[in-house]
């Protein structure tokens, strides 16, 4: 039997939900890999709701706090889910770290790039395990289309289009604070861009250069009582040049009132279209669900259980997990340098906003926080 980790969850909301749901996957697929110990909120009432769900779904009620500092003051508590807003993922991990915890925070690491290299630099200074929870790139279509990249079955990929959008004029996910840039970092480049950025530097490699702009269109935001003035963008757009010579078209948007979500690649002997699947120049096409079958048919179809099962793995055997401080840094750099090449107008290398050297955009985030 797997030696099962000892875990407090961090926040109970919505993805403390999905991060519950992917642990009784695993247990109801006899890995039986993490016990929740306790649950902390700032809404007592909400931890305490948290707490007796654990109970029916697994059976044991885990303490309840509403102090981090006491939670993680637990000598039984091996590691945390950190599941919070964006603005709060630095200070908490970083006092995780500090309480020699191994860590799984929800995406972005954190909401300005000097906070996530210093994520990075206690990580990589202490014993303890980080995975940041990217479960996009753990979808099993997300894993086929890696796979078949790898094995060229278009050939060399020349270019891509990555493209969505959604929400219209509502307030994003009901909470105001994504539309505040002292609060969330960057709008929806930065909050659903992470995940973008992962898969596409999973899926092509390493950034060479970008090329952004940025744009607000709704400045002001109302829904039902609630009422924001927007300090984030809601439309952005970018070249992207990988050092794999790839080159793509990223573009999401929050202000859509017919949502999409659209992904293209076009390689020199077919084309993986979003809707339809594969078309070989041959004239074979091979659908979404043949692509899955040929190469992702063991993976499982919720990835939050695939992300827990891989920090588990790591913490057991003392190794990197899939999506480590530095991926999640990684992730966060690619927004970033959209945001700071909208800021100057040019193109910006990636590993000038990655290691701090350009940071123009950065500078007016670490402002608004103040």
Known sequence: ??????????????????????????????????????VCDIEK???????????????????????????????????VSICTSHS???????????????????????????????IVELVEKSKIILAVAENYRRAPLNRAI???????????????????????????????????RSESGGGCMF??????SDLMQYWFGEV??????MKTYIPVREEKSRRVEATNEDFGAAIISFKSGVNGSWMGSWAANKGFHYV??????????????????????????????KYASNIRKDSVATE????????????????DALWGLKAMALPYALYESGELGKPVKFNDVLEGKIANFEKKVIMAMK
């Not at 993922?89 to 300005?112: Q, S």
């Open 208 to 213: 060479d250069k970008v090329y952004g702009i």
């Open 191 to 196: 909050d659903n861009g992470v995940h973008d």
């Open 146 to 180: 890696k796979k078949m990249l790898k094995e060229k079955l278009i050939g060399e990929p020349y270019f891509f289009l990555y493209q969505w959008a959604d929400v219209g004029d509502k307030i994003f996910c009901g909470t105001p604070w994504r539309h505040k």
């Open 264 to 293: 293209e690649i076009i390689g020199s002997k077919g084309t993986y279209d979003g809707n339809k699947g594969i078309e070989l120049k041959s004239g074979e096409i091979i659908s979404k669900e043949e692509l899955i079958k």
């Open 1 to 38: 039997m797997p030696k099962k980790i000892k875990v407090g969850i961090i926040g109970c909301g919505g993805m403390a939900k999905a991060h519950l749901k992917g642990i009784k996957i695993l247990k109801e697929e006899r890995n039986d890999l993490f016990s929740i110990e306790a």
């Open 45 to 79: 009432e909400k931890a305490k709701s948290f707490s007796r769900e654990v109970l029916n779904l697994f059976g044991n009620q885990p303490l309840i706090y509403t102090d981090i500092n006491k939670l993680l003051k637990g000598e039984d508590i091996e590691a």
């Open 308 to 323: 827990y099962e891989d920090f588990h793995r790591a913490i057991t055997n003392n190794k990197i997990p899939e999506t």
């Open 88 to 118: 709060t993922h630095y200070p908490l991990t970083k006092e995780a770290i500090d309480a020699g915890k191994h860590i799984i925070v929800e995406k972005p690491l954190a909401i300005t790039l000097s906070q996530g290299r210093k």
